[in-house]
Nanobody, 119 residues
Framework: QVQLVESGGGLVQPGGSLRLSCAAS????????MGWYRQAPGKQRELVAT???????NYADSVKGRFTISRDNAKNTVYLQMNSLKPEDTAVYYC?????????????WGQGTQVTVSS
């Protein structure tokens, strides 16, 4: 079973920066795409950014140019560098990963880490 653990969340002022990390551990065959999603109070969970094992990235329009997703395939870890943070970025950020085995496909979610942007 794969476990995803996020870290790096916290309180930051508008215009500040924060870096989130998500490490996958457990019995892993191969992880393909990984990504970050977020959910603000009273809102639906939304995609923030994704990255494939080959390094192809995709960003939500609201974060493009401010956030950067990256990964270390050897460590099965994905990162989200968040710059020029805005109050509307406040949300619980969740890590997601797709595992592809010889006979199966599985999707995993982390427990989430709180990001609060406020003065």
């Amino acid at each position: 079973q794969v476990q995803l653990v996020e870290s790096g969340g916290g309180l930051v002022q508008p215009g500040g920066s924060l870096r989130l990390s998500c490490a996958a551990s457990g019995s892993i065959f191969s992880i393909n795409a990984m990504g970050w999603y977020r959910q603000a109070p009273g809102k639906q969970r939304e995609l923030v950014a994704t990255i494939t094992s080959g390094g192809s990235t995709n960003y939500a329009d609201s974060v493009k140019g401010r956030f950067t997703i990256s990964r270390d395939n050897a460590k099965n870890t994905v990162y989200l560098q968040m710059n020029s943070l805005k109050p509307e970025d406040t949300a619980v950020y969740y890590c997601n990963a797709d595992e592809v085995g010889v006979y199966y496909y599985r999707n995993y979610w982390g427990q989430g880490t709180q990001v609060t942007v406020s003065s």
